[in-house]
Nanobody, 126 residues
Framework: QVHMEESGGGLVQAGGSLRLSCAASGGTFSLYAMGWFRQAPGKEREFVAC????????KYAESVKGRFTISRDNAKGTMYLQMNSLKAEDTAVYYC???????????????????WGRGTQVTVSP
């Protein structure tokens, strides 16, 4: 059983930055593809970014491309999401997720992920 825990959320003004972290334990971190998702009130959970286990392939949602950067440190068992130029519409609960995958593939759909954290709230004031 893999346990995942997000941190780094908070309240920030529009245009500001936050860095989210996702610490994983209970499995071999380097074997898992990882993703960030978010869910705003009244909306479905949506894809934000994902990264293969060796950081070879990275994908972003169009809405965050150029502003957010996903990364991971396999030695530390931690994934990150650097969020810059934040907008009010980025307000949501952010979740990290993981799934066992080969080195070159990483899914973008929520249903393909096995393990999830409990989320961290990000609030961007206009």
């Amino acid at each position: 059983q893999v346990h995942m825990e997000e941190s780094g959320g908070g309240l920030v003004q529009a245009g500001g930055s936050l860095r989210l972290s996702c610490a994983a334990s209970g499995g071999t971190f380097s074997l898992y593809a990882m993703g960030w998702f978010r869910q705003a009130p009244g909306k479905e959970r949506e894809f934000v970014a994902c990264i293969t286990r060796g950081s070879i392939n990275i994908k972003y949602a169009e809405s965050v491309k150029g502003r957010f950067t996903i990364s991971r440190d396999n030695a530390k068992g931690t994934m990150y999401l650097q969020m810059n130029s934040l907008k009010a519409e980025d307000t949501a609960v952010y979740y990290c997720a993981s799934v066992l995958r080969g080195s070159m593939t990483v899914p973008m759909a929520t249903h393909e992920y096995t393990y999830w954290g409990r989320g961290t709230q990000v609030t961007v004031s206009p």
